[in-house]
């Protein structure tokens, strides 16, 4: 059996920074929060991400690396995906960026993170069956998330319940993408659901929230870091290692964002964590590895069947 290709430890490292970049990014986007409110920060990063994207949608066109050739007729699709993963993508971020305001980057990272579980537990929706690996991990990572949040009473803060909302939002996120990508170019799509989430954000900014030019120049930092670092560059160094990376090998590396956010946020914001909710994280990141690894495990016997009837 043949589990990984050549190219496939290279592909590893740039998971690995990809991780890295999003772990940081709950820090910037914790940051952002002293200088302005959720939604004009997201508004502004999203929108930086897309354009960060164009020299990529350009490179990508020239040297013919697109999944689907563009064509005119699939702009009007491309629009529909975009608004539907714009919409769930603005629902997710929002939530989460309003959640950091009352937590923690490193709860907010572990929590978030769960959508590796929700994702093929939602799959039963559309009768898809998830093995016992995937009832493990759940079973861990609710077990988890329960030392994580709740506090005496069975109460849950509101930061952590909307963290724990932009999870769900996360989950349906992936599985729209998951059948949208099949059908258009995935960095395409990518900038489109940038677009839509920059532009949402911005109007409900204007109704709702400040927008102090000085603001903006003050959380310059965590902006930029936000719109270049984990929107552009994370997202364009995802798609090149996913070409040579198992989907669910993948998976587990990109896990370690949850981790990362942790260190980034005691190193950063010296934020720390009491013995419980050390403990929580632990079970949390336990389940999001067992889910990911029986998928693997999955894929890998899927392919050793495979080149045994050939």
């Known amino acids: 059996m043949k589990t990984f290709i050549p190219g496939t430890f290279r592909a590893d490292l740039l998971l690995l920074l990809t991780a890295f970049i999003w772990g940081v990014a709950f820090v910037a986007q914790r940051a952002g929060m002293d200088h302005m409110g959720p939604f004009i920060y997201n508004g502004v990063r999203f929108g930086l991400g897309a354009l960060t994207l164009v020299p990529v949608i350009w490179y990508r066109q020239k040297k013919r690396l697109v999944d689907h050739p563009f064509q005119k007729k699939e702009s009007a699709f491309l629009l529909k995906a975009g608004i539907i993963s714009g919409l769930l993508l603005f629902l997710g971020s929002s939530l989460q960026q309003v959640g950091i305001v009352y937590t923690t980057a490193g709860k907010a990272g572990f929590i978030t993170g769960l959508y590796v579980v929700i994702v093929p537990v939602l799959g039963l929706i559309w009768r898809q069956r998830p093995g016992p690996g995937v009832w493990t991990g759940a079973v861990l990572a609710v077990s988890g998330l329960y030392l994580l949040t709740i506090s005496g009473g069975l109460s849950i803060d509101l930061g952590d319940f909307l963290v724990l909302l932009c999870a769900l939002a996360f989950a349906l996120h992936v599985l729209a993408i998951g059948w949208l990508v099949t059908r258009v170019d995935c960095v395409r799509l990518a900038q489109t659901q940038f677009i839509v989430t920059s532009v949402l954000s911005l109007l409900v900014a204007i109704i709702f929230e400040d927008i102090l030019m000085s603001a903006l120049i003050d959380g310059i930092i965590p902006i930029l870091y936000g719109g270049i670092m984990s929107a552009g560059v994370a997202f364009t160094l995802q798609i090149v290692a996913q070409r040579q990376a198992p989907p669910a090998h993948a998976a587990i590396i990109?896990?370690?964002?949850?981790?990362?956010?942790?260190?980034?946020?005691?190193?950063?914001?010296?934020?720390?964590?009491?013995?419980?909710?050390?403990?929580?994280?632990?079970?949390?990141?336990?389940?999001?590895?067992?889910?990911?690894?029986?998928?693997?495990?999955?894929?890998?016997?899927?392919?050793?069947?495979?080149?045994?009837?050939?």
């Open 254 to 310: 990109l896990s370690l964002e949850s981790v990362f956010a942790v260190l980034a946020g005691w190193m950063i914001l010296s934020e720390t964590m009491a013995g419980r909710e050390i403990v929580g994280c632990a079970l949390m990141f336990s389940g999001m590895i067992t889910a990911q690894v029986y998928s693997l495990k999955r894929i890998n016997v899927k392919v050793d069947k495979t080149e045994k009837a050939t």
